[in-house]
């Protein structure tokens, strides 16, 4: 996860400036994990430049009768402040105050809680409490907020919380803000088959195109082994769904996310994608060698290669044989790290000459540090798809 | 593109109290960039501010002594 994870990461830090996205673009050129530690460190400087001035408070609403406490969060203290004070509070009396404010003021304050202090209240409140804020916050749309929390809630409350996102568009927006890869995970598995389905369908929807990238983030957010599930069901929707995932791709220019779920597919669901006419079409095989190449994953590329029939393997070959003679050591050393040599030299067979004669000097580098074992295998792989040696008339 | 100054890029470690090699990775960003971005956090520092003394002010009289101004 990468372009993706920079967007997420860009949309939550321009909501924290207050700027529009458009004017953090300068930013994607970072990694998602500086962003996400720029993102914290900014919030923490906010609430600490404000923190001593609730202490005070904080001990009155402590010390006072409790029907005082909430009398004023109800009439007089604005959200942020409540969530501020909610900092010197135990979770114990904070939850005493809160079960008696109405889902709205809780969903009011949930926008500015500190999440470590929300996780340890949201394990006191009951799952009905839970979803009236939810339900508030649906209304707000504010897919942010719920993202943050649904990450801490128990199997039992998210499974209910789902239950009341009728939309599954509106699953992806909350998916697409969940901090924690394993979280999302935690959602997809909670999740009934059917609603998972309909998610991904979203992205044959022209009307919803704003929501493909989301349905992407989905698919590369996930573990390895959710990647093939996911990938594999995807698939069985057919040529049309899977056409539509590889037009959005290409569109956003996303394949350094698409790359390594199509990696993780099974055997069968790789085949069907590796060899399909889109995938063939020379932009957008130009676009993948150029993603494997910048983000170094030639490693997956080569996994899916390895699927590809003559008239694909072409397109590769066209595509690898356009960029500089860098792309060839890094090609190089994925098949030495992945064994995946066959495959290589089945391209590098369809490149021209002059790039055949770069690959054998690239190879003859490696072959003098080789066990005898595997340098006899190359010498062989060599001779069998008679790679022009480095060396111009021999 | 070009280098970021060192300077730009202590101001922002500093505004958020952070050792300048945690910012490592944004020397990469333009000193142009950085001078926005650092502009961008100080006007939100002040913004947040504001709107907490607006806050503060919305807040009956009788309560508003049990805020600390701010240090």
Known sequence: MTRLAVQAEIIKLARILNVPEQQLAFMQVLAPENLRQFRFAILELLQSQQKSRFRHLATWVNWLPRWISIFWVKHFLEPFIVAQIAVYLSTESSYRIAKHLPAKTIAAIAVYLDPRLARELLSYLTTHQITDITQVLLEQRDFVTIGRFVSMLSDAVLQDVAQIVENESDLLEIAFYIESREQIDHLVHVLPRERIEKALLIIGDPAQRLLWPKVLALMSYISYGLKQELGDLAVQQGEPVINAIIQATQEDQLWEDMLPVVACLSAHAQDFVANLPALRRVEIIQSIVEAADRCDLWADMLVIVNYMQDEAREAVALAIAQIDEQVLHHIAYASLLRSQWEVTFDIMRRMPIDKQRQCHRILDGYMQQLDPETYHYLDTLLDRYQIQSSVAGS | ?71
């Open chain 2, 1 to 71: 593109m070009e280098k970021a100054d060192k300077t730009e890029l202590e101001q922002l470690a500093q505004q958020l109290h952070r050792p300048v090699m945690s910012l490592k990775a944004f020397s990469q960003l333009s000193q142009q960039d950085l001078a926005w971005l650092n502009q961008q956090l100080r006007q939100t520092i002040e913004n947040e501010d504001q709107k907490m003394n607006q806050r503060l002010y919305q807040i009956p009289f009788f309560l508003r002594w049990l805020f600390k101004p701010k240090s």
